[in-house]
């Protein structure tokens, strides 16, 4: 079969490897779509914290199911998405329900090879039942759960004011579902192209273009009380580190991105407001449940996230030119 290998930093290319082989308990899944995110992005220019190279990438999956266990929930055709976060089932935060933050973690694209192929086959609790969805909206199911976890964790309460920093796929997810959840919800971004569109198309309508007085314009919106909620989504240090400036006294922060490096907040105005400083990482097959619930319910403007489309074969030259037009890039989605 054709897979798509990352072999080290800014080296992509098309190999042929076997077919997989089902295992016990495992479904075998026909890839038709693969969405694109930052993680795939970093893993290319060699910048991911927790990945050796080579590797598949791919962990934004939809497809039909080729081959299921006897007496499975899933039949042959099927659509479905995969959670990419395979767990043991066995570690601390498994047992405590937290199989996202397992400490034997496995992700799909990451530490294992993941879906930039035509065949994989994952255990069966792995596997989504999409019925209903088309392929392109499983294909988004993850990196909008990520976005719905986040929130969750942070329990917004009815009109709290949120700020959200960072306006890519996961910032996105992060403001749709916090909207959902009543709140009252500001974007922030560098980059104007990325704020335009989602005033336009995603009905997040409060945008600040980031800059030197970035404060200055958030404390004018909040009469100078700040948000009570902040979501950093940027996966950079020093943005993550100037969040805490926005954070309203007992208030939350929530680092929905990760990067390299040490983060340093400054003690006294960390403890001043007694802030509450959260990590969310992955998500949960409840997230998965909610965003499929939101998807066919029509609360999520999934037309409108996808903004590009790669054909499987065309992605070693097309994922150098997605990232230089990162302005205008939301959501690519490549079909095998």
């Known amino acids: 079969m054709r897979v798509v290998v990352c072999q080290a930093p800014f080296e992509i290319g098309m190999s042929d490897r076997l077919q997989p082989s089902r295992k016990d308990g495992e479904v075998l899944v026909r890839i038709r779509r693969v969405g694109l995110c930052g993680t795939d992005y970093h893993i ?23 081959a299921a266990p006897e007496g499975s929930a899933f039949r042959q055709g099927q659509i479905v998405a995969i959670n990419p976060y395979l767990d043991c089932g066995s570690c601390i935060a498994c047992r405590q329900g937290k199989p996202n ?40 199911l993850e990196f909008l759960a990520i976005g719905a976890h986040a929130v969750s964790r942070a329990r917004l309460r009815p009109k709290s ?9 996961i910032g996105i997810a992060t403001a749709l579902f916090a909207q959902l959840d009543g709140s009252v919800v500001t974007l922030v971004d560098t980059r104007q192209a990325r704020l335009d569109y989602a ?41 993550m580190a100037q969040s805490l400036a926005f954070v309203a006294n007992g208030g939350t922060l929530v680092l929905v ?28 097959s409840s997230d998965f449940k909610r965003v499929i619930a939101a998807m066919r319910a029509g609360d999520i403007p999934f037309d409108a996230l996808k903004t590009h489309s790669v054909a499987a074969e065309d992605l070693p030259e097309r994922i150098p030119m997605l990232i230089a037009e990162a302005d205008n890039v939301l959501k690519a989605i490549a079909h095998f």
Request: net charge negative.
């Open 101 to 140: 933050a397992c400490a034997n973690i496995r992700v799909l694209g990451v530490h294992v090879d993941g879906g930039m192929c035509e065949l994989i086959s994952v255990p069966e609790r792995a596997v989504i039942d999409a019925t209903g969805l088309t392929l392109d909206q499983a294909a988004m």
């Open 257 to 284: 991105g990760v990067a390299p490096g040490d983060l340093v907040f400054s003690d006294p105005e960390f403890h001043k407001r007694e802030t509450t400083l959260l990590a969310s990482r992955n998500a949960l």
């Open 44 to 66: 290319f220019a060699g910048r991911h914290p927790f990945l050796t190279y080579p590797r598949v990438m791919g962990h934004e999956l939809a497809g039909e199911v080729e």
């Open 199 to 239: 005033r336009r198309n995603l009905g997040l309508t409060d945008t600040v273009m980031a800059g030197p007085e970035l404060s200055e314009m958030l404390a004018g919106r909040t009469d100078g009380e700040m948000f009570d909620t902040v979501f950093d989504a940027t996966g950079a240090l020093s943005a």
């Open 161 to 169: 004011r949120v700020v959200v920093v960072g306006a890519g796929p």
